[in-house]
Structures are given as C-alpha cells and as structure tokens.
C-alpha cells in the first residue's frame, strides 16, 4: 500500500511540475507577424501572418496562417518534440518544405531544419525574448528556384 501511495504521489507531482513548465515557457501562445520591422532578401514580405505553438507533451502544435506577399493563403502546421527528429509538416509548407527538425538550444532559443524531399532548403533561429514579448526568427536558405534568401522575423505576442 505505502508503494502505490509512493507511486501515486510520485506521478501528481511529475504532472504538475510538466503544467507548470507549459505555463512558464515564453514561446507558447499566438505571435503575430510585425511585417514592418521585419526584413526580406530574396523573397517578398507576407502581406500577414500568425503563428501558434501550443505546448504539447514534451514540444510543441506549431500553426502558421496568414495571407502571403502574392495575395495566396499561408497555412501550414506541424507538431515537434524539439528532439531535432524530422518532423512533417501538413499544409503547404514554405517554398514546398515537408518536414522540419526543430532542436532546444536553452530556455529562449531553438534551432530548425527545414528540408523538402530530404534536402535541406532553410534554416531558422528562433530566440524569445527574456520578458516573452517579442519572438525574433532569423532564416537563411534557398527558394524554390534555388536561388538564395534570408530574413528576419520580428512576431510580437497576442
């Protein structure tokens, strides 16, 4: 009996300390896209965009939607463990990307991967900022033409 109230107690305080670390972590909640202080090279700005990571065991739902540069719709969602594992992305993902291998770098950084048909196409840098108010995405790769471009994000939360 003492075992299993050990083992009980062992896991309410596993599952509350997992909330309570979804509740702290400054990338969860709904981004919006500040096209104005963000910068392109080498492919048009969105006209908007939104960006949603809900926590999700021990990663993230991220949700991407919004109204691209040419007037067609951006939406594109995938669901990562921050494990750097290719992740597949549902929706048309940016410049045809199908999968995504997001890693934690610490508390306020994460690095991707993003590839289509296998070949890496772009990589991000994702740094929150410490008061969790504005998320910075730095991503350098290529289009679908192959030829290059970069850009940085500036999102500020909801």
């Known amino acids: 009996m003492k075992r ?37 090279t ?27 540069a040419d007037g067609s719709r951006i939406a594109y969602s995938f669901t990562t463990y921050l494990d750097g594992k290719d992740s597949p992305i549902s929706g048309r993902g940016p ?10 770098v610490d508390a306020y950084t994460m690095t991707g991967i993003v590839k289509k048909a296998g070949k890496e196409i772009r ?10 108010k504005v998320t910075t995405q730095t991503v350098k790769g290529i289009n679908e033409q192959g030829q290059p471009i970069s850009y940085t994000m500036v999102w500020e939360k909801q």
Not at 42 to 62: C, D, I, M
Not at 95 to 104: E, H
């Open 123 to 132: 990589t991000t840098t994702t740094v929150v900022s410490k008061d969790g």
């Open 4 to 40: 299993i109230l050990v083992l009980v107690a062992s896991f309410a305080l596993s599952l509350v300390a997992s909330l309570s670390l979804a509740q702290n972590d400054l990338s969860v909640g709904t981004w919006k896209l500040n096209v104005a202080k963000s910068q392109y």
């Open 95 to 104: 410049f045809g990307a199908d999968t995504v291998a997001v890693k934690r």
């Open 42 to 68: 080498g492919t048009p700005a969105p006209k908007s965009e939104t960006r949603t990571l809900v926590a999700q065991g021990n990663g993230y739902k991220v949700t991407y939607e919004g109204i691209a």
